[in-house]
T-cell receptor
Framework: GAGVSQTPSNKVTEKGKYVELRCDPISGHTALYWYRQSLGQGPEFLIYFQGTGAADDSGLPNDRFFAVRPEGSVSTLKIQRTERGDSAVYLC??????????????FGEGSWLTVV | DQQVKQNSPSLSVQEGRISILNCDYTNSMFDYFLWYKKYPAEGPTFLISISSIKDKNEDGRFTVFLNKSAKHLSLHIVPSQPGDSAVYFCAASDSGGSNYKLTFGKGTLLTVNP
């Protein structure tokens, strides 16, 4: 497809379990972003990749959260020992480059995570 | 601490009339602003943006106004159409090499009634 693809679209997991969320960005986009949107809130920045490296991971809430992008394309967001407060929509986005001016960030449909 | 505030959770407008969505920000370092539109079960879609060197940007039915001194921006939709019904997010970014990171407001649900 032409857009940002995220899988799974929905995930229900038990508290304490490990979860992986996958993002396939638009082909050729070097910049990739993860955001988290909790109920009633706007999206919150988690991490930004430029190529394979995490250029800014300042938004990750704690060390249970980790993300990789080993080949500069697909990215995986990993959450260990999930807690009920992790329940949210996890949005992935990509853009042709890291700078916003003159660029547009394209979002995927999100992965809805529910921790029970 | 909300750096980008959308104080109206919802707005209802009649088809054909103007919709005005408001956004306030507190961080004076923000110099690039965007509006995103989001339908249920979809990701946010970019609508329009404005740089702080401008006070107005227009794209078809959508116009964004920026008042830097008041740290306020607004999105005008004229004429409003039922298909415009969605949640609208205001987002901001600062420069200095870090302008990839967006700070979003909580959103305003716009309902355009036929």
């Amino acid at each position: 497809g032409a857009g940002v693809s995220q899988t799974p679209s929905n995930k229900v997991t038990e508290k304490g379990k490990y979860v992986e969320l996958r993002c396939d960005p638009i082909s050729g986009h070097t910049a990739l972003y993860w955001y988290r949107q909790s109920l009633g809130q706007g999206p919150e920045f988690l991490i930004y990749f430029q190529g394979t490296g995490a250029a800014d991971d300042s938004g990750l809430p704690n060390d249970r959260f980790f993300a990789v992008r080993p080949e500069g394309s697909v990215s995986t967001l990993k959450i260990q020992r999930t807690e009920r407060g992790d329940s949210a929509v996890y949005l992935c986005a990509s853009s042709p480059a890291g700078a916003l001016s003159g660029n547009t960030i394209y979002f995927g449909e999100g992965s809805w995570l529910t921790v029970v | 601490d909300q750096q980008v505030k959308q104080n109206s959770p919802s707005l209802s407008v009649q088809e054909g009339r103007i919709s005005i969505l408001n956004c306030d920000y507190t961080n004076s370092m923000f110099d690039y602003f965007l509006w995103y539109k989001k339908y249920p079960a979809e990701g946010p879609t970019f609508l329009i943006s404005i740089s702080s060197i401008k006070d107005k940007n227009e794209d078809g039915r959508f116009t964004v106004f920026l008042n830097k001194s008041a740290k306020h921006l607004s999105l005008h939709i004229v004429p409003s159409q039922p298909g415009d019904s969605a949640v609208y997010f205001c987002a901001a970014s600062d420069s200095g090499g870090s302008n990839y990171k967006l700070t979003f407001g909580k959103g305003t649900l716009l309902t355009v009634n036929p």
